[in-house]
């Protein structure tokens, strides 16, 4: 018997979930709000929940890392509205069991239900608590747990892994992760930058040479694919591979045997192999720049890494890591971090990701000298103006004044008449006793849910426009909404 909770805000779907839930033996909890499923979820361990993404207080799927850190470690199969492929993909992403699509089918939806609760029981009779070899990987969210199951599993198949991901998202750590949780841990994990690979000797650097093949080849010498043998073979940005080369490769790991420059006999090399790039394969064969068998050979398990904005809750042991590293190495000594510095750090963006933030933590221990603690005069420009900007939008937009030469309402420019303008909302009345900061957070509170009130209609609730346009974060945004009662919808 598993304990199931239910997170949606239609009450007749809570219900006949439940009645499902109950009739296969299980016990079941509902919540009609994110506040309220989050609470439940916290307050006792469940196996499995099911999550509405669209409540009156905000998306689901801002709250499933937390879900997935909750007592239980439950399975949470995410409820989507039909043809929502992009909210579907990244609840997988973010380490969801599974999704079903509104309406709900009742037999489409026990289905994964069944099979989420039999994950668990397998599980608890197992009792695999074996620990995934991690090194230099920090972050314990929800996602950094099932990205670092995947890696687990992939290390055991033996199959064939491309990692994908932004630049500075940590490929190679992750490769190595894959190979030190593998049975081939104990051989050599051989690194082949492709983008650094010369056409002319691509080739020779790749299968090796016998002596005299070429000019200047006055011994003969292995090739990586060779010094791989009996481990794994790591390509670097695979998507700089010469497309010259790219036929000779697939032929290789289909046979695992390759001839050397020069020479008349194949040799063979039992080696596994994991690629990455950050460019986008799919894209590239579709422009005739990338083989699609050879596509299709080198992902046979997936692995796409989050880019560090979206587990931005691992910074703090990101940093930690970075610093224990750093003062081992003895260029800088171990210091304290002020609470703003770490805030600061948190709130970046990042687009340079983990490899950006090292650099950052490198620069402001520069910065700091000999003092003990980082504060946030330490950090770069780029990184205090963007805590600025976020403090001001959190603390709420401030009038902008019209400037003096602006055409009167309703003018454009020669005194054309295009329509009226958008009616401001008028500033609420202040009695003469009220306080100035009074008035002005009425006026200002006016303002706001007249702009997020448009600004929803114009963009259809779509929470990414909303925030790229008003210049706030996803949390600010819908604390915003809740504040005066606006809906998505």
Same mark, same amino acid.
């Given at each position: ?29 509902? =919540? ?63 380490? %969801? ?29 197992? #009792? ?6 991690? /090194? ?8 950094? #747990? ?41 051989? !050599? ?29 006055? /011994? ?21 591979? !010469? ?20 020479? /008349? ?31 299709? #050979? ?7 890494? !989050? %880019? ?35 805030? %600061?750090?948190? =709130? ?14 490198? #620069? ?43 055409? =009167? ?10 329509? !009226? ?48 346009? %008003? ?19």
């Amino acid at each position: 018997m598993a304990n199931v909770l239910i997170i949606d805000d239609d009450h007749m779907v809570r219900e006949m979930l439940c009645d499902m839930v109950q009739e296969q033996g299980h016990r079941c909890a509902m =919540a009609g709000s994110l506040a309220q499923g989050l609470a439940e979820a916290e307050a006792r361990p469940y196996d499995v929940v099911f999550q509405d993404v669209y409540l009156p207080d905000g998306t689901g799927l801002d709250i499933l890392p937390r879900l997935l850190d909750s007592p239980g470690r439950p399975e949470v199969i995410v409820i989507t509205g039909a043809g929502d492929a992009q909210v579907a993909e990244r609840a997988m992403r973010e380490g %969801a069991w599974d999704f079903v699509a509104k309406p709900l089918d009742l037999a489409a939806v026990s289905a994964p239900l069944a099979r989420a609760v039999r994950y668990r029981e397998d599980k608890r009779a197992r #009792r695999d608590d074996r620990t995934i070899l991690r /090194k230099g990987i920090a972050g314990s969210s929800g996602l950094m #747990r099932a990205l670092m199951h995947t890696v687990a599993l992939a290390g055991e198949s033996g199959a064939s892994v491309l990692i994908t991901g932004e630049t500075g998202t940590g490929k190679e750590l992750f490769a190595r992760a894959i190979h030190a949780n593998s049975p081939r841990a104990a051989q !050599p994990f051989v690194v082949v930058d492709c983008a650094s690979l010369p056409e002319t000797l691509v080739e020779s650097i790749l299968f090796g040479h016998v002596k005299g093949a070429f000019t200047g080849a006055d /011994k003969a010498r292995e090739g990586l694919v060779a010094l791989a043998h009996g481990g794994t073979l790591f390509l670097d940005e695979v998507g700089e591979l !010469p497309f010259s080369m790219q036929r000779a490769f697939l032929r290789v790991l289909e046979d695992r045997t390759f001839r050397p420059v020069g020479s /008349k006999t194949e040799q063979s090399s039992d080696f596994r192999l994991v690629a990455a790039t950050n460019r986008q394969l799919e894209a590239m064969v579709e422009r005739g720049e990338f083989r699609k068998d050879l596509l299709f #050979r080198i992902r046979s398990f997936s692995i796409e890494l !989050p %880019a560090l904005r979206e587990r931005s809750e691992d910074i703090p042991e990101i940093v930690a890591l970075h610093m224990e590293k750093l003062a081992a190495g003895g260029r800088f000594g171990r210091k304290d971090f002020s609470p703003e510095f770490m805030e %600061a750090l948190t =709130a970046y963006p990042w687009p340079g990701n983990v490899r950006e933030l090292v650099q950052c933590l490198e #620069r402001s221990l520069a910065a700091a000298g000999p003092e003990s603690v980082l504060y946030l005069k330490h950090l770069p420009d780029e990184v205090r103006v963007s805590y600025a900007r976020t403090l001001v939008n959190r603390d709420g937009p401030s009038l902008p004044l019209a400037p003096a030469s602006a055409p =009167a309402p309703g003018l454009g420019r020669g005194g054309a008449q295009p329509g !009226p303008a958008p009616a401001a909302p008028a500033p609420p009345q202040a009695d003469a006793d009220g306080s100035w900061a009074d008035y002005r957070e009425a006026v200002v509170g006016a303002a706001e849910r007249e702009y997020f009130s448009r600004l929803l209609r114009r963009t259809g609730g779509d929470v990414r426009r909303c925030c790229a346009e %008003a210049g706030v974060s996803r949390a600010r945004l819908y604390q915003i909404l809740q504040k005066h009662g606006l809906s998505r919808r």
